[in-house]
T-cell receptor, first 110, second 113 residues
Framework: QKEVEQNSGPLSVPEGAIASLNCTYSDRGSQSFFWYRQYSGKSPELIMSIYSNGDKEDGRFTAQLNKASQYVSLLIRDSQPSDSATYLCAEEGAGNMLTFGGGTRLMVKP | GAGVSQSPRYKVAKRGQDVALRCDPISGHVSLFWYQQALGQGPEFLTYFQNEAQLDKSGLPSDRFFAERPEGSVSTLKIQRTQQEDSAVYLC???????????FGPGTRLTVT
């Protein structure tokens, strides 16, 4: 049974700070990982994908993958109140299906 | 064209009724997925189609759940004899193929009373 674990939060950070969201996964064979953002009452919206060890940057977002430690993280720089949402970590299994964590709720306070 | 669309957006069913949920994927996307999301949890995989072929239905919670995609485009998720535990948001996602990112529709919120 594949598992993806996230701290449910809420994670509270002040506006302008760096938010750090973490995720661990159980399947050592997993190759592809995704971060989705989900606003309350809305569907998940893809933010980042990462396939290789190391960092991947896109604007204010940086995804980090460490396959040896089975650990994925998302850093949000210069956090804005509009970043307040639930962030879902997902790994891709055979057949392209995604296994999601329970999500971390982020609150950015003005 | 535009993104993934789903209908209806909201559905209230009395326990025991049958429901049908529709998904229109992004044009040209061969892969289509159904997920179930309970309140406060992450989405959970239900079933997967590649074109019209249902390649994985391991996540369907019971034989009351049935999905089809007869022409390899629009998909319907059917739930027979709905139960209260079926209350959830049902999300559809599509992708251009294996190993390619999935894009989600707005979901159908099903409430069984």
């Amino acid at each position: 049974q594949k598992e993806v674990e996230q701290n449910s939060g809420p994670l509270s950070v002040p506006e302008g700070a760096i938010a750090s969201l973490n995720c661990t996964y159980s399947d050592r064979g997993s190759q592809s990982f995704f971060w989705y953002r989900q606003y309350s009452g809305k569907s998940p919206e893809l933010i980042m994908s990462i396939y290789s060890n190391g960092d991947k940057e896109d604007g204010r977002f940086t995804a980090q993958l460490n396959k040896a430690s089975q650990y994925v993280s998302l850093l949000i720089r210069d956090s804005q109140p509009s970043d307040s949402a639930t962030y879902l970590c997902a790994e891709e299994g055979a057949g392209n299906m995604l296994t999601f964590g329970g999500g971390t709720r982020l609150m950015v306070k003005p | 064209g535009a993104g993934v669309s789903q209908s209806p957006r909201y559905k209230v069913a009395k326990r025991g009724q049958d429901v049908a949920l529709r998904c229109d994927p992004i044009s040209g996307h061969v892969s289509l997925f159904w997920y179930q999301q309970a309140l406060g949890q992450g989405p959970e995989f239900l079933t997967y189609f590649q074109n019209e072929a249902q390649l994985d239905k391991s996540g369907l919670p019971s034989d009351r759940f049935f999905a089809e995609r007869p022409e390899g485009s629009v998909s319907t998720l059917k739930i027979q004899r709905t139960q209260q535990e079926d209350s959830a948001v049902y999300l559809c996602a599509s992708s251009a193929g294996q190993g390619v990112m999935q894009y989600f529709g707005p979901g159908t919120r099903l409430t069984v009373t």
